[in-house]
């Protein structure tokens, strides 16, 4: 019987096995890596495009920032603004009130009265004058009580004094019994009224620039000592 010898073919059946395994195992490790450097370099991509957004949303985070600084100090110089607006509109209103009230009161004055001051605090007038009677004062008592602009006028003092001119001096005895006797029987009185004023009205008119001839009408002589 004839005998073959296999031994030499199952060593090449060995080696080639293991060539086989070390190229799969190779294009293995090979496909691997592949895999590893694109994950990576599509991580690193991606990463690149967040740090851009990042930076992006930080430009315009500090855009805001700036515009929301400026917008607060627009409206602290608009708050400041509207602060003076109101404080000149409320000059202006004080402005109209007091020349609406020496043109009322040069308007109602009586004769026979001399304004001695004129003070105004807030809506209070207080005017201190003299006449030569409680008439006159009286007369402007309800003057000011009828006046549409003043409201609630009060008589806070009356004090009864010399007219002006009682201490009048002659040459003969008569004549200075009959100024003496004159003098005796003419008073006068100071008085102090206080009133409040009426807010102004958006469709009240400007007083006439002529008032003065008004005020100067009803003037006197300061009294004598």
Known sequence: MRQLNLLPHRAWQRQR?????????????????????????????????????AQLLGHHTQALKQKIKALTAQQTEL?????????????????????????????LI??????????????????????DSSEPVARLMQQLRDAPNLGRPALQELLHNPAPGGTASGNTPSSSTASDSTTAEQTGVDFRIELELTPLSETSAAPPADHSVRTTRHLHPARGT
């Open 17 to 53: 096995r293991t060539r086989d395994f070390y190229r799969l195992l190779i294009a293995t490790l090979s496909i691997a890596l592949s895999l590893v450097l694109l994950a990576y370099f599509l991580h690193a991509q991606q990463q690149e495009k967040m740090n851009a957004r």
């Open 110 to 131: 009586p004769p026979r009265i001399v304004l001695q001051s004129i003070r105004q605090q807030a809506q209070r007038v207080t005017l201190n004058g003299y006449a």
């Open 79 to 107: 708050e400041r603004m509207e602060l003076r607006l109101t404080a000149l509109e409320r000059l202006q209103q004080q402005r109209q009130q007091t020349t609406r009230l020496l043109h009322d009161i040069a308007a």
